[in-house]
DNA sequence: ACTCTTTTGACATGGTCATGACAATCGCGG
DNA sequence: CCGCGATTGTCATGACCATGTCAAAAGAGT
């Protein structure tokens, strides 16, 4: 089991990454200020430390230079709200693993763990190339083809895409699609992710009226069928 | 799979370089003591061993020599962030195969790299020419065409050229591009890339505005088709 | 100091995304 | 089996953001 310790003091935004870590069965730890964060820290030992700058108490820069100094190693992955806010710290030579800035979907987070993870030993590769249907979708050339006729998808589109193939099969929630795709600081209606699905449907679906693999979970939410 | 051992205390540095070298397709090791490393180079047989000369524990110094010491021919490629430091230790004789000063840009590390694994044997000879439509691009002796007519492009303009052909049919970021590219310590705005995007298609492309290599990849970066 | 390269900033343009309206459909209870 | 409210499908619209583009400033090399 990997464990994660979030450090972060906006509750909602703690709230929403603890949730998603355990979805992807992560075992998440809690701190909400910098001093918590580095007894736990010297304490216990994490697979990664997911590390916001902006804490009470200690920031998140001293909370990363005291594990250093200290000899501590855990992977650290900041988060900042703005570019500028890392850079300066980078310039420190903090020695965080990588960074983020906010806002930002649980997708990228994910990604973005596993990259650290992997790192560090083994961990499954990212998601490269998937079919289903007559549907060919490679990731890394942002290509898609049905039928054998290339069609085109925008970024985010992309981005729901990959969610569903990665949980294909269980039903996703909007509110599910809107943290993880979208980010927690963003807040689009969930309109708009109908707005996706029937757009998507109209690209990779034969019968885009009468959807096979982006199929409605009525009141719940879409799942996705390969 | 190319293996590559990275000594470097430096964090930040060590994240790039490794993260260079794996979106290179190189499987990366690191240590970020002399002692570690040693041990580790001991151990397993790596392809090469990129060392920084400060070192807490050992200096990358008394690595180099015990290695040899010890019989290990593993080719070394030393990091130093000063001229004289390398001049120093030149001088007695080390046994490296190369060595670069901070700072410098990925590609120039990686473009060591493989001269020194060229040298012993194993790897794919470097770029030197190659051809897309109507362009012929001969990178040794820095020349373009396009349909014959010579035409000049910058240092920088055959780099980026370069990644993009190494990188045929995959999509990069303007990050992608400003790490490997111009290397992680320096941080241009993107609109630098997109004016390089810009005034490369202006020279390569048939018709500039409607690309057909250099292609757009919204909101992502770009992809490069042959 | 001159020239060429690189970076930055400003502005125009086009694509993408978010929103709301309305129609169609579903589920539930009668 | 029917009807009603709730949910989803669908489309048109406008705001916004990313990119295309140019010009001028800054930097590097000679």
Redesign the pocket.
């Known amino acids: 089991m990997t464990t994660v310790l979030v450090v972060e003091d906006d509750r909602a935004v703690l709230r929403g990454i603890t949730e998603s870590l355990e979805l992807e069965h992560f075992e998440v730890a809690q701190a909400e200020d910098g001093i918590t964060a580095l007894e736990m820290a010297q304490e216990t030992r994490y697979d990664i430390i997911i590390l916001d700058l902006l804490l009470p108490g200690k920031t998140g820069e001293d909370v990363c230079r005291e594990l250093r100094g200290s000899g501590n190693d855990t992977p650290i992955l900041i988060l900042s709200n703005k570019q500028e806010e890392f850079d300066k710290v980078l310039g420190l030579e903090l020695g965080a693993d990588d960074y983020m800035t906010k806002p930002f979907g649980t997708r990228e987070l994910l990604a973005r763990i596993r990259a650290i993870l992997r790192r560090g030993g083994a961990l499954t590769p990212d998601l490269v190339e998937y079919s289903f249907g007559e549907v060919w979708i490679n990731f890394k050339k942002q290509e898609v083809t049905r039928s054998g006729e290339p069609l ?6 992309f ?1 729901v895409m990959r969610y569903f193939i990665e949980h294909e099969g269980e039903v996703v929630s ?1 509110k599910q699609l809107l943290d993880e795709v ?1 980010g927690y600081e ?14 998507l ?2 690209k990779i679906e034969g019968d ?2 009468n ?1 096979r693999h ?9 799942k996705f069928i390969k």
Do not use: C, M, Q
């Not at 085109?152 to 589109?157: G, H, P, R, Y």
């Not at 963003?186 to 757009?199: E, G, H």
């Open positions: 085109k998808l925008t970024a985010k589109e981005e909007r979208w963003t807040f689009p209606t969930t309109r708009t992710v109908d707005n996706f699905i029937l757009s449907r109209k885009p009226s959807p982006i199929t409605t979970a009525h009141s719940v939410g879409y």
